[in-house]
T-cell receptor, first 115, second 109 residues
Framework: ETGVTQSPTHLIKTRGQQVTLRCSSQ?????VSWYQQALGQGPQFIFQ???????GRGNFPPRFSGLQFPNYSSELNVNALELDDSALYLC??????????????FGPGTRLTVT | KNEVEQSPQNLTAQEGEFITINCSYS?????LHWLQQHPGGGIVSLFM???GKKKHGRLIATINIQEKHSSLHITASHPRDSAVYIC???????????FGQGTTLQVKP
């Protein structure tokens, strides 16, 4: 059983650019959640995808968008990057929707730096 | 006030010491998670519990639903235990995972 993987590991972008982060969920998992973790803070929920549809969203602007594919892998897209978007982006997969009693398995994260 | 509060924020211990990290929450939950994060690294789930107590090796997690409080204990601490420990709860109304700010633990040899 493979774990959750994310790519790239690190990324440096310029303000105003767009970025796409990728997450491959653990085998057998149909739900992917994305989190943003600023330095020294706990993760903040961005959104969740369950069976290719968005299933809940945190307090993030529309320039944060996502996709989930039939194989349950997922992308996080951020447009018009701002300096405050610099953070560790984590994805987590699970067998069921958030709120159900299923453990979330986290990926290693993508460190995004916006200059 | 944060919905999930951890204490202490920072903790330094000597190798071999018994360590306790506390977590209090103010919302109804369906589960509580203890997570470990190494510097620059991703998150590893240590425990998920909704009642009672769980043990895995030198780690013990307890939860008191009535008091809305959980503790993570590390027995015979080791420098490799140095990490950030994060408490997170699944809100039973919204289904969202809410994280505490984390406790930074340093175990010195």
């Amino acid at each position: 059983e493979t774990g959750v993987t994310q790519s790239p590991t690190h990324l440096i972008k310029t303000r105003g650019q767009q970025v796409t982060l990728r997450c491959s969920s653990q085998s057998g998992h149909n739900t992917v959640s994305w989190y943003q973790q600023a330095l020294g803070q706990g993760p903040q929920f961005i959104f969740q995808y369950y069976r290719e549809e968005e299933n809940g969203r945190g307090n993030f602007p529309p320039r944060f968008s996502g996709l989930q594919f039939p194989n349950y892998s997922s992308e996080l897209n951020v447009n018009a990057l701002e300096l405050d978007d610099s953070a560790l982006y984590l994805c987590a997969s699970s067998r069921g929707r958030q709120g159900s009693y299923y453990e979330q398995y986290f990926g290693p994260g993508t460190r995004l730096t916006v200059t | 006030k944060n919905e999930v509060e951890q204490s202490p924020q920072n903790l330094t211990a000597q190798e071999g010491e018994f360590i306790t990290i506390n977590c209090s929450y103010s919302v109804g939950i369906s589960a509580l998670h203890w997570l470990q994060q190494h510097p620059g690294g991703g998150i590893v789930s240590l425990f998920m519990l909704s009642s009672g107590k769980k043990k895995h090796g030198r780690l013990i997690a307890t939860i008191n639903i009535q008091e809305k409080h959980s503790s993570l204990h590390i027995t015979a601490s080791h420098p490799r235990d140095s990490a950030v420990y994060i408490c997170a709860v699944t809100n039973s109304n919204t289904g969202k995972l809410i994280f505490g700010q984390g406790t930074t633990l340093q175990v010195k040899p």
